[in-house]
C-alpha cells in the first residue's frame, strides 16, 4: 500500500508521538510506501524517520529537543493548525495514495479535506472537555471539540487503543470502531541482568492526569524503613514539579525527577526497580505498564481504563480502587514478596510477547488500513 500518514505535531516524545514513529515505522518494515504529514516536526523525529527510509513533508521545523517544554509554541501551533492541515491535505490529494492513516485528535480536521479513504486512530477523545475540569479551560477547547467531533465521522473506519477506548468512542462520538492494540519493541525492552533496588518508577509526563502526586501519598502510607525511594520519568512544568517536590519533603518520601532520558536509560530504570506504579487517570491504555511488563519488572496499577486490559491482575501485576491505602498495601506486597515480584515480571513478559508487540500492532493495523481501500 502506498500510504500517507498524518500527525499534526511530532515535536516532544510523550506516549503518542512514541505510538505513531513505532507505528510507521513497523508498517515500512512489512514493505509499505509511506509518506509522514506533519504541521511541525523536531530534528529528533525527521532523524528517525530518515533511519527507516520514510519521506516526511512538514509546514514547519522545530530545532529542540523532542521533550522540550514547548507548550507555549503548541498553543500557538494548534490556533492555526486547522489552516495548516488543510495546507497538507491539499498535497495529499495529488499523491496518488492508497489510503491516509491519520494519528490522534489535534490531527483528525484534516479528515474532511481528504479525498481518498481515510483511517483515524483515536488515542482518545478530547479528554478536557468531556471529563471534569476547570470551567474556562473547557470552554476554550469546546470550538475544537465540535470541529473534531464533526470530523471524526466522516473517517471511513475509526480505531481505538482498547476496548475502553472503544467504548468511549462510541459514547462521544456515536460511532463504532475497532481496537487495535498498541505495542512495545520487546528487543529494546528487556529484562537485562541487574539486581533490584529499593526504588519505584511512575512514568508519565508531569500532569495531574498522570497522577505522580497519588503515588506519593500512597508511599507515604508505608513505614519509614521499608519505604522506597519513588522516581518520576517525565517532563512537564516547574510549577507541578515544585509542588510535587514539598509534597515528597512533607511526606518523608525520597524522589528524584529526570527528565528527557533515553531509552535506554529508561529500559535500565525498569529493570533496577521493584516495580512499576501506574495511577494514570483513566489511561486509555497503559503503555507505560506494558513497558515495565516487557521488562520483566511488576506492575502496581488503578484498576481503571485500559490498564484493566494491558495488566493481569495477580498475575502481571496487581490492580487496586483508587484508594491510597490499598495501593500501598500493594506496593508493600510486592515488596516483601520478591518471589511472587519474579513470578510476575516473568508473566509479565510474556503477557507482552503474545499481545503488545508492534509486529502484532503493524499486523492488525495492515489489515484494518486494507478494509477501507475500494
Not at 492494540?181 to 498522570?210: A, C, M, Q
Not at 503503555?287 to 490498564?307: F, H, I
Amino acid at each position: 500500500m502506498k500510504i500517507a500518514a498524518v500527525q499534526s505535531h511530532l515535536i516532544q516524545l510523550r506516549g503518542a508521538e512514541r505510538a505513531f514513529l513505532e507505528m510507521v515505522t513497523s508498517l515500512k518494515s512489512r514493505g509499505h510506501d509511506i509518506d509522514v504529514y506533519t504541521v511541525t516536526i523536531s530534528n529528533y523525529f525527521l532523524e528517525k524517520f530518515r533511519e527507516n527510509d520514510i519521506r516526511t513533508y512538514t509546514l514547519r521545523c522545530v530545532n529542540m529537543k523532542p521533550s522540550a517544554h514547548l507548550a507555549r509554541m503548541r498553543s500557538l501551533l494548534r490556533n492555526y493548525s486547522i489552516l495548516s492541515l488543510y495546507r497538507l491535505s491539499k498535497r495529499i490529494n495529488k499523491g496518488n495514495y492508497d489510503v491516509a492513516f491519520v494519528h490522534h485528535f489535534f490531527s483528525s480536521p484534516i479528515i474532511p479535506f481528504l479525498k481518498i479513504p481515510k483511517v483515524y486512530y483515536c488515542q482518545e477523545p478530547v479528554r478536557v472537555v468531556y471529563e471534569p475540569n476547570e470551567f474556562f479551560i473547557k470552554l476554550a477547547y469546546l470550538p475544537y471539540s465540535y470541529i473534531d467531533k464533526y470530523s471524526v465521522r466522516r473517517a471511513n473506519l475509526v480505531l481505538a487503543n482498547s476496548d475502553f477506548t472503544r467504548e468511549y468512542i462510541y459514547k462521544i462520538y456515536g460511532i463504532f470502531s475497532i481496537t487495535n492494540y498498541l505495542g512495545v519493541d520487546i528487543k529494546k525492552f528487556r529484562r537485562v541482568e541487574t539486581e533490584k533496588e529499593n526504588f519505584i518508577l511512575s512514568v508519565g509526563v508531569i500532569h495531574p492526569i498522570k497522577a505522580h502526586d497519588f503515588v506519593l501519598r500512597s508511599l507515604g502510607l508505608i513505614p519509614e524503613q521499608k519505604r522506597p525511594k519513588l522516581i518520576v520519568v517525565g517532563s512537564g512544568s516547574e510549577k507541578i514539579k515544585s509542588y510535587l517536590r514539598r509534597l515528597a519533603e512533607n511526606l518523608g518520601v525520597v524522589l528524584e525527577i529526570k527528565e528527557n532520558i533515553e531509552d535506554s536509560e529508561l529500559v535500565y530504570l525498569y529493570n533496577k526497580a521493584k516495580l512499576t506504579a501506574v495511577a494514570h487517570v483513566m489511561e486509555p491504555f497503559g503503555l507505560t505498564a506494558v513497558e515495565s511488563m516487557a521488562c520483566g519488572t511488576p506492575v502496581v496499577a488503578v484498576r481503571e481504563g485500559g490498564l484493566r486490559e494491558s495488566v493481569f491482575d495477580g498475575l502481571t501485576g496487581i490492580l487496586t480502587n483508587r484508594d491510597e491505602r490499598e495501593f500501598a498495601n500493594a506496593i508493600e506486597y510486592v515488596l516483601d514478596n520478591p518471589d511472587v515480584a519474579e513470578k510476575m515480571g516473568k508473566k509479565g513478559r510474556e503477557r507482552v510477547e503474545r499481545h503488545f508487540t508492534w509486529e502484532k500492532c503493524a499486523r492488525e493495523l495492515e489489515k484494518n488500513l486494507r478494509r477501507v481501500i475500494i
